[in-house]
């Protein structure tokens, strides 16, 4: 029993930093002890992986589309996983996705994932 919620989310400008959060909480695991990672989905295009962290913090893994703009990070004292993101660009447009789950490989791929939040929309445009 897990819920993840993101939050964060807005229209900036290309350039622009934004910081997303991800609130974790329920009473059957602990969000210490799970993988966390950031997906999107652009209109008309598939969910891709974004980044993703061990449950301890140790260990991230970034998609080469991202990697040197966008940053995850997580405080566990808090149950919350960032995504920074900076130079964004406007194909950087879409929804994105907080995700959990207990696997400690593949974490790049969806099917690795058994909890997802409702997403936020991101949109860079001037």
């Known amino acids: 029993q897990v819920q993840l919620l993101e939050s964060g989310g807005g229209l900036v400008q290309p350039g622009g930093s934004l910081r997303l959060s991800c609130a974790s909480s329920?009473?059957?695991?602990?969000?210490?002890?799970?993988?966390m990672g950031w997906f999107r989905q652009a209109p008309g295009k598939e969910r891709e992986f974004v980044a993703s962290?061990?449950?301890?913090?140790?260990?991230?893994v970034t998609a080469n589309s991202v990697k040197g703009r966008f940053t995850i990070s997580r405080d566990n004292a808090k149950n919350t996983v960032y995504l920074q993101m900076n130079s964004l660009k406007p194909d950087d447009t879409a929804v994105y996705f907080c995700?959990?789950?207990?696997?400690?490989?593949?974490?790049?791929?969806?099917?690795?994932?058994?909890?997802w939040g409702q997403g936020t929309q991101v949109s860079v445009s001037s």
């Open positions: 329920g009473r059957t695991f602990s969000s210490n002890r799970m993988a």
């Open positions: 995700a959990a789950g207990p696997g400690t490989t593949r974490l790049s791929s969806v099917s690795t994932y058994e909890y």
């Open positions: 962290i061990s449950w301890s913090g140790g260990t991230t």
